[in-house]
């Protein structure tokens, strides 16, 4: 299917465990971008790419690690789980640079740590 | 430091009434500007967004919004809400030179009541 599509939609793991969101986009658009979701605070930016094998910390991005070996792909790993860390997770991707450009969005993933 | 503010968390209006959802950011320069929607167990999809040029806005779904510099706001309307637009709505600002000074608002909450 076209688009951007995020897995899986819902985990649930363990405080200290290691956990990977997967993000994949099938416009070969160059940016990408992780976001949490929390009540009260909006979206608050994880880390973002501006373009395969470049990476860059947003605003949020202590115990979250990236990577982006392919222009489609743009994992998130959380190395050591806490409960801090539960949140709806948002990927998005844009065509170009800057914020002039429309941002699409994925559905989701839902994270539970416990 | 960019921020954006939206009043009201929660905003309740009736079938056919005036929807007026209000974000107001700071910046020491004109930003973008954006308004997403978020429907209930999905990603934003942006609504309008305003970068240069006419200050008035229209966004699909009837929506429009309005930049006004001197009150450093970007308040969101429709002339007359439907059921269907019952939905989470942010704000959004962007610094002009940098991708990770995206902001998003806390969001507003849209009820409508039949």
């Known amino acids: 299917d076209a688009g951007i599509t995020q897995s899986p939609r819902y985990k649930i793991t363990e405080t200290g465990r290691q956990v990977t969101l997967m993000c994949h986009q099938t416009?070969?658009?160059?940016?990408m971008f992780w976001y949490r979701q929390d009540l009260g605070h909006g979206l608050r930016l994880i880390y973002y790419s501006a373009a395969a094998d470049i990476t860059d910390k947003g605003e949020v991005p202590d115990g979250y690690v990236v990577s982006r070996s392919k222009t489609e792909n743009f994992p998130l790993t959380l190395e050591s789980a806490t409960r801090s860390q539960t949140s709806v997770y948002f990927c998005?991707?844009?065509?170009?640079?800057?914020?002039?450009?429309?941002?699409?969005f994925g559905q989701g993933t839902r994270l539970t740590v416990v | 430091a960019q921020s954006v503010t939206q009043l009201g968390s929660h905003v309740s209006v009736s079938e056919g009434a005036l929807v007026l959802l209000r974000c107001n950011y700071s910046s020491s320069v004109p930003p973008y500007l954006f308004w997403y929607v978020q429907y209930p167990n999905q990603g934003l999809q942006l609504l309008l967004k305003?970068?240069?040029?006419?200050?008035l806005v229209k966004g699909i779904n009837g929506f429009e919004a309005e930049f006004k510099k001197s009150e450093t706001s970007f308040h969101l309307t429709k002339p007359s809400a439907h059921m269907s637009d019952a939905a989470e709505y942010f704000c959004a600002v962007s610094d002009k030179t940098s991708y990770d000074k995206v902001i998003f608002g806390p969001g507003t909450s849209l009820s409508v009541i039949p």
């Open positions: 305003y970068t240069t040029g006419a200050t």
């Open positions: 416009w070969s658009h160059s940016y």
């Open positions: 998005a991707s844009s065509l170009g640079g800057g914020w002039a450009t429309e941002a699409f």
